[in-house]
């Protein structure tokens, strides 16, 4: 049960649950114990001085700060080593992100403007936890490309949103506290220029920044969405993990608490700070931060006629529309212009239908949405109104999108949104370059560039893989060189194919992945020799048009797998998913083996 709640379907029906509860819990018997609770006064105090405030205000102010710190980290961790970091892949979710933004504010004015113009903020945001459940359950089964596609364009609305939250809606701005909370975020990027690795320097920090904007006045989401993005985000190098490994080497040999702990900041040395605080951060939010909130602000008296009241107030409808409506129409309109105007185009394996399905469940607001309601609408019943708002567009923008895709599988033939999954075309023993018996039962192929500091020939996995397995496995490598990384890759593959003439291929590959410093072309020359090689034959293959050919139908057969870097593994001719450690590669082999060995005594 606990590990389905840290799926993203779980996590959603987590939020709903906790909805239905607050709902019911407001309009029980004992629906007064529901505002008598979030209206408890809690403080700290230092001697003479104190600091006080309600539960609700705690919550909202203290813990969603830590749900924005996660989105500032996301963002940072996108432009460092994710989807941002390539600008042109990222430039259709980015505008439609932002027009996204734009329709729903426009839609909400024109029906709600002169009755509640203040509320124009509550339609802006997307719920990503309840988006990604929503989609978890109502889309494709196989989504990841979309996913990652909508992840983009929520970190564009997810900053716009704080970034109003924080402009829009701050009263009585204090200059000394405000003052103090910009020095404490130029420390913290005057940190994250000193590659400190430790995460204690940047919590402390951010703590002070979260207090002095407290007290300025700023709405402190403001500060959390700022401070995460400070936090530096960097791809794992080899060289880090190769000291680690020593580190806990050092440990194996002498297991005593001194060495345990280098051996310790050792291995956190090697994870970027930004990654050790989403990954220590993430499930507290999605289990307690965000399900919290929910209980604090969802539960709304709906006796009296309210729920009435609701369905004729251009508050709820403006709501409603803005959200289910503009959301949809924003981000599909501005997916097109995007594309129209030649600035990206989708994800390999996501069609239009997709995308409007993604764009109609971006339609859910809820955390954000109710924490600016909070902010935007001091009258009770205009909140109350707003409210009910939130909560209608968040089931018919499920239903929308479950329509979308729906239509999208007959329709258009979209069963998937995400890259291929099957080793295409299958391993052929008489073209492939195989370790192994070449009827073994398993099969690993791996698509692998020469430069890749984290392929199998320089982890080691394969070895271990190896000895578990036995003549039972057989290992099969294809190239993929990541030109715009690895300028040495293309020519190094060339290389191995040309040893591969001469009978000696993994020789060759050995050799190359023991000296990846070293692989310019008198290096390459210098190993063929080492080899004993004909040079003159070597030389020739080396230049020639047809051994080109064969490293470009490698790339060509990882494009149409769905290979998109390196390592990446095909089990059984399925692509593997995940870390790629040989004991997860072990464990995923031996659950196919068994789920085929079951498989065929059904037969």
């Not at 893989?465 to 593959?493: K, M, N, Q, S």
């Not at 020739?540 to 051994?547: C, G, K």
């Amino acid at each position: 049960m606990s590990e389905w709640l840290r799926t993203e379907s779980g996590s959603a029906a987590l939020l709903v649950a906790v909805t239905i509860v607050a709902l019911l819990w407001a309009n029980s018997a004992i629906g007064d114990s529901y505002t008598e609770l979030w209206h408890t006064e809690l403080g700290i105090v230092f001697g003479e001085h104190d600091f006080e405030m309600s539960l609700h205000h705690w919550i909202n102010d203290g813990l969603m700060v830590v749900f924005f710190f996660v989105i500032g980290l996301e963002v940072r961790q996108e432009f460092a080593v994710g989807s941002l970091r390539d600008r042109r892949r990222a430039m259709v979710p980015l505008v439609a992100g932002v027009i996204g933004v734009i329709v729903p504010a426009a839609i909400y004015l024109a029906i709600a403007g002169r009755d509640a113009v203040d509320g124009w903020g509550v339609v802006v945001g997307t719920d990503t936890a309840f988006l990604l459940g929503a989609l978890a359950i109502v889309g494709p089964r196989m989504s990841n490309q979309l996913r990652i596609f909508l992840l983009t364009l929520t970190v564009v609305d997810d900053f716009l949103a704080v970034s109003i939250i924080g402009v829009v809606y701050t009263e009585d701005l204090q200059i000394v506290p405000l003052l103090i909370a910009v020095a404490g975020l130029v420390g913290l990027w005057l940190l994250s220029r000193t590659s400190e690795w430790r995460s204690a320097p940047y919590v402390i920090l951010v703590i002070v920044v979260w207090a002095a904007t407290l007290a300025s006045g700023v709405h402190p989401s403001l500060a959390g969405m700022a401070a995460g993005l400070l936090v530096p985000a960097r791809p794992t190098e080899r060289g880090h993990v190769e000291s680690a490994k020593t580190l806990f080497r050092d440990y194996w040999q002498s297991p005593q608490a001194t060495v345990a702990r280098t051996a310790r900041r050792g291995l956190a040395r090697s994870i970027s700070v930004n990654q050790r605080l989403h990954d220590v951060l993430r499930a507290p939010v999605s289990l307690f931060v965000v399900p919290v909130f929910a209980l604090a602000n969802a539960g709304i008296y709906l006796g009296g006629g309210v729920l009435g009241e609701a369905f004729t107030s251009t508050i709820t409808w403006g709501v409603i529309v803005g959200l289910v409506i503009g959301k949809f129409a924003g981000i599909g309109l501005g997916t097109w212009l995007a594309i129209r105007a030649g600035l990206g185009r989708l994800p390999d394996g996501v069609g239009p239908g997709s995308v409007l399905g993604g764009a109609a469940l971006s339609g859910i607001g809820f955390t954000v949405s109710l924490l600016i309601i909070g902010l935007a609408f001091t009258d009770g019943d205009d909140a109350a109104k707003a409210t009910v708002g939130v909560l209608a567009a968040m089931v018919l923008a499920t239903a929308l999108g479950w329509t979308i895709f729906s239509r999208a599988r007959v329709k258009w033939g979209e069963t998937s949104a995400d890259l291929p999954v099957t080793l295409d075309p299958p391993v052929d023993v008489t073209s492939d370059h195989i370790r192994g018996p070449a009827d073994a039962p398993l099969t690993v192929v791996e698509f692998m560039d020469f430069e890749c500091p984290f392929c199998a020939r320089t982890t080691g996995m394969w070895k271990d893989v190896h000895a578990h397995f036995g003549d039972r496995v057989r290992y099969i490598v294809r190239h993929l060189p990541i030109h715009e990384y690895h300028p040495h890759a293309f020519l190094a593959a060339t290389a191995a194919e040309a040893a591969a003439r001469q009978g000696k291929f993994w020789e060759m590959h050995d050799i190359l992945f023991a000296n990846q410093a070293e692989l310019e072309a008198e290096h390459l020359l210098a190993y063929a020799e080492q080899l004993e090689l004909d040079m003159n034959r070597f030389v020739i293959d080396l230049e020639s048009e047809e051994v080109a050919t064969l490293i470009v139908a490698n790339e060509e057969s990882a494009n149409v797998s769905g290979a998109r870097g390196t390592p990446t593994f095909f089990l059984n001719g399925r692509r593997h998913r995940g870390p790629h450690d040989a004991r997860t590669l072990i464990a995923a082999l031996e659950a196919g083996s068994e789920t085929e060995s079951a498989a065929r005594r059904r037969s």
